[in-house]
C-alpha cells in the first residue's frame, strides 16, 4: 500500500489543521492506522492511532484531547484533525499502516509509511 500524507503547514499557536492520509494500491479497511511525529533532532514518536473499523483509538498524553485521529475506509484515508497547536507540536508529521486490526505504538510494528508532511507552530 502505498501512502501520501498532505495538510501540514503554518499555524499559529491555538489553531487548527487537519492531516490526510491518503492510500493508493490497497483498501486501508484492512490495516490499522498510526500518526507519528519527529521533531528536529529528536526520535520518531507516536501520535495516534485507530483500529481497522475506527472501533478503537488511542493517543499519546501530549495531544489528548486536543487531536482526533479518524478514517473513511470507502475514501481511503486517514485524518488527523489538531486543534489547540502548540509550538510543540512542530515536527514533520507521518502516517503509517500495518495490515491487521490493531493499531501499534512502535515505528517498527508499521510495515508501510507515507512521505511526511511538515507541521509549524508558530508562538
Known amino acids: 500500500v502505498q501512502l501520501q500524507a498532505s495538510g501540514g503547514g503554518l499555524a499559529q499557536a491555538g489553531g487548527s489543521l487537519r492531516l490526510s492520509c491518503a492510500a493508493s494500491?490497497?483498501?486501508?479497511?484492512?490495516?490499522?492506522m498510526g500518526w507519528f511525529r519527529q521533531a528536529p533532532g529528536k526520535e520518531q514518536v507516536f501520535v495516534a492511532g485507530?483500529?481497522?473499523?475506527?472501533?478503537?483509538?488511542y493517543y499519546a498524553d501530549s495531544v489528548k484531547g486536543r487531536f482526533t485521529i479518524s478514517r473513511d475506509n470507502a475514501k481511503n484515508t486517514v485524518y488527523l484533525q489538531m486543534n489547540s497547536l502548540k509550538p510543540e507540536d512542530t515536527a514533520v508529521y507521518y502516517c503509517?499502516?500495518?495490515?491487521?486490526?490493531?493499531?501499534?505504538?512502535?515505528?517498527?510494528?508499521?510495515?508501510?509509511w507515507g512521505q511526511g508532511t511538515l507541521v509549524t507552530v508558530s508562538s
Open positions: 485507530i483500529t481497522w473499523n475506527s472501533g478503537n483509538t
Open positions: 503509517a499502516a500495518r495490515r491487521g486490526p490493531a493499531y501499534f505504538t512502535a515505528p517498527p510494528d508499521y510495515a508501510y
Open positions: 494500491g490497497r483498501t486501508l479497511s484492512n490495516y490499522a
